[in-house]
């Protein structure tokens, strides 16, 4: 069962990344199998995924919205 599925309707940006050709192999050959069709929403879960997994991440931004509630109190 495939990690990323589905599709969801957001403001998209427009990037431009340079990444291995293997990894972008990998890539292709995931989101064949999962049916995905649009590279850059396997790139935007996997960012979400990474972000909901990264406890150094969490504890910045945690830290990041204290010292800013501090500052407007």
């Known amino acids: 069962m ?7 309707l957001l403001k998209k940006e427009k990037i431009k ?4 050709s ?3 192999e990998k890539i292709a050959e ?4 999962a049916k995905i ?3 850059g929403f396997f ?6 995924f990474v972000f909901a997994k990264d406890r150094d991440w969490k ?4 830290a990041v919205k204290k010292r800013v509630e ?4």
């Open 70 to 73: 501090a500052a407007q109190a």
């Open 2 to 8: 495939p990690i990323i599925n589905g599709n969801r």
């Open 43 to 48: 790139i935007e879960e996997a960012a979400s």
């Open 37 to 39: 069709d649009d590279v």
């Open 22 to 24: 293997e990894t972008f």
């Open 59 to 62: 504890q910045y931004k945690k």
């Open 30 to 33: 995931y989101c064949a199998w």
């Open 17 to 20: 990344a340079e990444i291995s």
